[in-house]
């Protein structure tokens, strides 16, 4: 039987704060804010009014049926952040085993001819939040409102942009 978590509209605001004060309390202020479609779309702007931080958009659908051709490249923030040492967040609703991630670095390393991924070089330019972390994913995130164990396909949570 799936358990779902409910999300309230204040608790993401209060998510995007906590996720604003490290930003702040690390000394780390990125260029803009990359929100993943669809589930960092709102945490995206809402840190992005918080920070007064430009906000753009990136596409990655990987697991929605018949979605993934949606799937963008974007070979200028590829640039942006490997090559114009430009500061990025990356921020999704939740980060469960790290796909999305995954493809993002594998995609923007493929764009600037890079080899592999090189967690520091990665670090000082591109960092990865999300509000709901899983600490058992693939690409840890830099920044998060809370950890949750989501291996338990039981766990389903709910954002209040979901209902």
Same mark, same amino acid.
């Given at each position: ?67 993934? $051709?949606?799937?963008?490249? @974007? ?9 114009? !040492?430009?500061? &990025?967040?990356?921020? /999704? ?35 990865? $939040?999300?509000?709901?972390? @899983? ?9 998060? !409102?809370?950890? &949750?164990?989501?291996? /338990? ?11």
């Amino acid at each position: 039987m799936k358990h779902t978590r409910q999300y309230t509209w204040e608790g993401v605001q209060e998510a995007v704060n906590s996720i604003s004060m490290q930003l702040f309390k690390d000394e780390w202020r990125p260029d803009y804010i990359v929100g993943i479609t669809r589930g960092g779309l709102v945490p995206a702007v809402l840190l992005s009014h918080a920070t007064d931080i430009p906000m753009k958009t990136l596409c990655v659908q990987l697991e929605s049926d018949g979605l993934e $051709a949606n799937t963008e490249r @974007n070979a200028q923030m590829a640039r942006d952040a490997l090559k114009n !040492n430009k500061k &990025i967040l990356i921020i /999704d609703d939740i980060n469960r085993g790290g796909d999305a991630i995954t493809w993002i670095i594998d995609d923007w390393q493929d764009v600037v001819g890079m080899s592999n991924y090189h967690s520091e070089s990665w670090h000082s330019n591109v960092r990865f $939040a999300s509000l709901i972390d @899983n600490p058992n994913s693939k690409v840890p995130m830099d920044y998060c !409102n809370e950890e &949750i164990d989501l291996d /338990d396909e039981e766990l389903w949570v709910e954002f209040p942009w979901e209902s």
